[in-house]
């Protein structure tokens, strides 16, 4: 997802940890060996199964992994080994067979198990526990849309042995979005180490503080709150050690990450959403000489969603007057500097389910005027637009959003908070107006966001309509259908707007020059999971 979050006073030479190189030595030398990432705000806990937005998981994926690694190449989903080295489905696409490496462990030397996949299936399942990955389970036979169990049904997974399971599905699913969902976006927890917490003290463990039991190729070593995560390598990884042998994830606000690029203390931003060079930066990036800048048609969104549980946001008609008067052409033109497209919909361009025929609410402040009097809009109310720092560009956007509202009779006061204490508003339903963004599978089911109880459905709308097409599309094996559908579900979106979708940002990152094999995977993120960089001296 997904604008995620005091800031460092001065600049840590992280690289002093693994180098002994003496503190503040900014500039020194850095070794081949030790990699340095930027991202905006710092994690909530570094739990596999509910870690609170993508700065958590950049850090989860160094550590847990799923059954395989999935990448949008052309179009095409690939896939590629993590703690499995075999997959397949059935002819009738409703049973999935997988085979754990024979040398993966976990990180204190026990070996991962197919129980160890049961137990992280059986934990998400389970109603008692808190997670965000219901959703990416929920298509398991005996479990509900939001990947609960269901009471007197059999679950649909079964150990064939130490290293192999399978899992079987309500109705037969499009292989590609299984092996996406469940495959590449379930992440393993050690049974050995959590299996006797009862599921609803889960959340509150100490193990999502200090997950010192992984199963991916780093180690977890320390996280300075609001500092630094840091990272050693993982020499026993049955995919082979990675190359860099330790990694630091700073906590960089993007106003000193040029600095910082500048002085050579930071090797990588990580990526799309949570760690990107402000827009005026990136001409002076472009110029420096140790540096590869890199812009991608980003697979996610920045927008704006309603509070359903205020009655004066219920009405659809208050909802276009707002879109209608969001100025997203002066958004996209001058804030983004044209790096970006005025979005439609939660389903990208970059995705290949996206409709080209659903087309974004005009700018049209006399349209937005009238639709405020036919709602019966009480121009006297005061609205709460909720605003997530750590983002600059979202910032900046909801100063502009105000003033749009302001220009139409609408009054709005912004409140800013850190990321984890937006959420918590949002989830709570303590706000009216809040701008939050995504970044999400290439699978266009979008059911976790927009289904009635869905896990982010910040909203907190039910839509009847809606919830029939997104249980569809999920029923459905076919792809050819499947994009009818969800076809069908983006023109709904148009219609309801349960979110104004603001826009559709172009990502942009560097890595240093001194590196190689490193890429973006589906997420817009970089791709550490090929983990053979390469870094020399420079």
Same mark, same amino acid.
């Given at each position: 997802?997904?604008?995620?979050?005091?800031?460092?006073?001065?600049?840590?030479?992280?690289?002093?940890?693994?180098?002994?190189?003496?503190?503040?030595?900014?500039?020194?030398?850095?070794?081949?060996?030790?990699?340095?990432?930027?991202?905006?705000?710092?994690? !909530?806990?570094?739990?596999?199964?509910?870690?609170?937005?993508?700065?958590?998981?950049?850090?989860?994926?160094?550590?847990?992994?799923?059954?395989?690694?999935?990448?949008?190449?052309?179009?095409?989903?690939?896939?590629?080994?993590?703690?499995?080295?075999?997959?397949?489905?059935?002819?009738?696409?409703?049973?999935?067979?997988?085979?754990?490496?024979?040398?993966?462990?976990?990180?204190?030397?026990?070996?991962?198990?197919?129980?160890?996949?049961?137990? &992280?299936?059986?934990?998400?399942?389970?109603?008692?526990?808190?997670?965000?990955?219901?959703?990416?389970?929920?298509?398991?036979?005996?479990?509900?849309?939001?990947?609960?169990?269901?009471?007197?049904?059999?679950?649909?997974?079964?150990?064939?042995?130490?290293?192999?399971?399978?899992?079987?599905?309500?109705?037969?699913?499009?292989?590609?979005?299984?092996?996406?969902?469940?495959?590449?976006?379930?992440?393993?927890?050690?049974?050995?180490?959590?299996?006797?917490?009862?599921?609803?003290?889960?959340?509150?463990?100490?193990?999502?503080?200090?997950?010192?039991?992984?199963?991916?190729?780093?180690?977890?070593?320390?996280?300075?709150?609001?500092?630094?995560?840091?990272?050693?390598?993982?020499? !026993?990884?049955?995919?082979?050690?990675?190359?860099?042998?330790?990694?630091?994830?700073?906590?960089?606000?993007?106003? &000193?990450?040029?600095?910082?690029?500048?002085?050579?203390?930071?090797?990588?931003?990580?990526?799309?959403?949570?760690?990107?060079?402000?827009?005026?930066?990136?001409?002076?990036?472009?110029?420096?000489?140790?540096?590869?800048?890199?812009?991608?048609?980003?697979?996610?969104?920045?927008?704006?969603?309603?509070?359903?549980?205020?009655?004066?946001?219920?009405?659809?008609?208050?909802?276009?007057?707002?879109?209608?008067?969001? !100025?997203?052409?002066?958004?996209?033109?001058?804030?983004?500097?044209?790096?970006?497209?005025?979005?439609?919909?939660?389903?990208?361009?970059?995705?290949?389910?996206?409709?080209?025929?659903?087309?974004?609410?005009?700018?049209?402040?006399?349209?937005?005027?009238?639709?405020?009097?036919?709602?019966?809009?009480?121009?006297?109310?005061?609205?709460?637009?909720?605003?997530?720092?750590?983002?600059?560009?979202?910032?900046?956007?909801?100063?502009?959003?105000?003033?749009?509202?302001?220009?139409?009779?609408?009054?709005?006061?912004?409140?800013?908070?850190?990321?984890?204490?937006?959420?918590?508003?949002?989830?709570?339903? !303590?706000?009216?107006?809040?701008?939050?963004?995504?970044?999400?599978?290439?699978?266009?089911?979008?059911?976790?966001?927009?289904?009635?109880?869905?896990?982010?459905?910040?909203?907190?709308?039910?839509?009847?309509?809606?919830?029939?097409?997104?249980?569809?599309?999920?029923?459905?094996?076919?792809?050819?259908?499947?994009?009818?559908?969800?076809?069908?579900?983006?023109?709904?979106?148009?219609?309801?707007?349960?979110?104004?979708?603001?826009?559709?940002?172009?990502?942009?990152?560097?890595?240093?020059?001194?590196?190689?094999?490193?890429?973006?995977?589906?997420?817009?993120?970089?791709?550490?999971?090929?983990?053979?960089?390469?870094?020399?001296?420079?």
């Amino acid at each position: 997802m997904k604008g995620m979050r005091v800031w460092l006073a001065a600049i840590i030479t992280l690289v002093v940890a693994a180098l002994m190189i003496p503190a503040g030595a900014v500039g020194a030398p850095k070794s081949s060996l030790v990699v340095v990432s930027g991202m905006w705000s710092p994690p !909530n806990n570094f739990s596999p199964i509910n870690t609170d937005s993508s700065y958590g998981y950049y850090v989860v994926r160094f550590i847990f992994q799923g059954m395989m690694e999935a990448r949008l190449e052309n179009n095409q989903m690939r896939f590629s080994p993590a703690l499995a080295t075999r997959w397949e489905a059935s002819a009738d696409r409703q049973t999935f067979r997988f085979t754990i490496h024979p040398r993966a462990t976990w990180h204190d030397g026990r070996p991962v198990t197919a129980e160890d996949v049961e137990f &992280t299936v059986m934990t998400i399942s389970d109603p008692k526990t808190e997670t965000n990955r219901g959703a990416e389970i929920a298509t398991i036979a005996g479990l509900t849309a939001g990947g609960k169990r269901v009471a007197d049904q059999q679950l649909g997974f079964r150990i064939l042995g130490p290293k192999s399971f399978e899992v079987r599905t309500k109705v037969p699913v499009d292989p590609q979005m299984f092996f996406e969902r469940f495959g590449g976006n379930v992440y393993i927890l050690p049974k050995h180490v959590l299996g006797s917490v009862p599921p609803d003290q889960l959340a509150r463990h100490p193990f999502f503080q200090n997950p010192t039991v992984g199963n991916g190729p780093f180690k977890f070593v320390q996280y300075k709150t609001d500092q630094f995560v840091e990272l050693v390598v993982n020499e !026993n990884y049955h995919n082979g050690a990675p190359k860099v042998r330790r990694v630091f994830v700073r906590i960089i606000p993007p106003t &000193t990450m040029l600095a910082q690029l500048e002085r050579q203390d930071l090797d990588l931003s990580a990526g799309f959403g949570i760690g990107e060079i402000l827009i005026e930066d990136w001409d002076r990036v472009k110029e420096m000489p140790h540096v590869r800048p890199v812009t991608i048609r980003a697979p996610g969104y920045q927008f704006m969603v309603f509070n359903f549980s205020r009655p004066y946001l219920e009405d659809k008609r208050v909802r276009r007057a707002m879109a209608h008067a969001i !100025n997203r052409p002066l958004i996209v033109n001058q804030l983004l500097k044209g790096a970006g497209e005025i979005a439609e919909g939660p389903i990208p361009p970059a995705n290949p389910y996206f409709n080209a025929a659903v087309k974004p609410w005009a700018y049209d402040t006399a349209r937005a005027r009238a639709l405020l009097q036919e709602a019966g809009w009480d121009f006297n109310r005061t609205i709460i637009l909720r605003v997530p720092t750590g983002n600059i560009l979202r910032e900046r956007t909801g100063d502009i959003i105000r003033e749009n509202l302001v220009a139409v009779g609408i009054k709005v006061e912004i409140q800013k908070s850190d990321f984890p204490t937006h959420l918590a508003a949002l989830t709570g339903k !303590n706000y009216d107006i809040g701008l939050i963004g995504w970044a999400g599978p290439t699978d266009p089911d979008v059911s976790s966001q927009f289904r009635t109880g869905g896990q982010y459905n910040f909203g907190h709308h039910s839509i009847a309509r809606m919830d029939q097409l997104l249980d569809e599309g999920v029923r459905l094996s076919d792809p050819a259908r499947r994009k009818t559908i969800y076809n069908q579900f983006q023109e709904l979106f148009a219609d309801e707007l349960p979110y104004v979708v603001l826009y559709y940002p172009n990502g942009r990152t560097v890595i240093a020059k001194r590196m190689s094999g490193v890429n973006y995977d589906i997420f817009g993120l970089f791709d550490y999971l090929t983990y053979n960089w390469v870094a020399g001296p420079q």
